[in-house]
T-cell receptor, first 111, second 113 residues
Framework: ELKVEQNPLFLSMQEGKNYTIYCNYS?????LYWYRQDPGKSLESLFV?????AVKQEGRLMASLDTKARLSTLHITAAVHDLSATYFC???????????FGTGTRLQVTL | AAGVIQSPRHLIKEKRETATLKCYPI?????VYWYQQGPGQDPQFLIS???????DKGSIPDRFSAQQFSDYHSELNMSSLELGDSALYFC????????????FGPGTRLTVT
């Protein structure tokens, strides 16, 4: 059974500083996803990582995937208040298969 | 671009009542997924349908059932509601062979009192 773990669970960030969220998964997974969720809202897709060594960047966020280590990271550069939200990583095991989510990391950016 | 549509957006029910949640996937998407997200928790997979056939089943209580209709919309039926069923229910859809992404709807917030 696929298990996905994230850490930290909560991250208080100072504006302008850099931080990293880690996502480990337990078994071979075809794809790794990162989502953002604002309180009470839907899940917004940030990145889909398809292969070992994949790196994707959008604004201040950069995600990478190491399938050998079964590890994905979400790196935040020069945090700004707009990034405050909960971030989930998720993995699946095949086409059209269910997503297994990590526990989520709640990011709070303070001035 | 068209997104996943869910209705209703909010629903308040009493214990032991029934509820029906509806999901309209993105046009031409052939797979629909249902997830349940309790307060402060990660989304948990309930059930999925591919081309109107159930394709996978997760931790879905026997009190819940779901189906996908000929027009590809899906309904999640919940009976004998319990307080613990209060949650956000998300529907997502994807297109096999085109993209690996699941696109999530806005969710239905179910409150059981």
């Amino acid at each position: 059974e696929l298990k996905v773990e994230q850490n930290p669970l909560f991250l208080s960030m100072q504006e302008g500083k850099n931080y990293t969220i880690y996502c480990n998964y337990s078994t071979t997974s075809d794809r790794l996803y990162w989502y953002r969720q604002d309180p009470g809202k839907s899940l917004e897709s940030l990145f889909v990582l398809l292969s070992n060594g994949a790196v994707k960047q959008e604004g201040r966020l950069m995600a990478s995937l190491d399938t050998k280590a079964r590890l994905s990271t979400l790196h935040i550069t020069a945090a700004v208040h707009d990034l405050s939200a909960t971030y989930f990583c998720a993995a699946d095991t095949g086409t059209a298969s269910k997503l297994t989510f990590g526990t989520g990391t709640r990011l709070q950016v303070t001035l | 671009a068209a997104g996943v549509i869910q209705s209703p957006r909010h629903l308040i029910k009493e214990k032991r009542e029934t509820a029906t949640l509806k999901c309209y996937p993105i046009p031409r998407h052939d797979t629909v997924y249902w997830y349940q997200q309790g307060p402060g928790q990660d989304p948990q997979f309930l059930i999925s349908f591919y081309e109107k056939m159930q394709s996978d089943k997760g931790s879905i209580p026997d009190r819940f059932s779901a189906q996908q209709f000929s027009d590809y919309h899906s309904e999640l039926n919940m009976s004998s509601l319990e307080l613990g069923d209060s949650a956000l229910y998300f529907c997502a859809s994807s297109k096999t062979g085109e993209s690996y992404e699941q696109y999530f709807g806005p969710g239905t917030r179910l409150t059981v009192t």
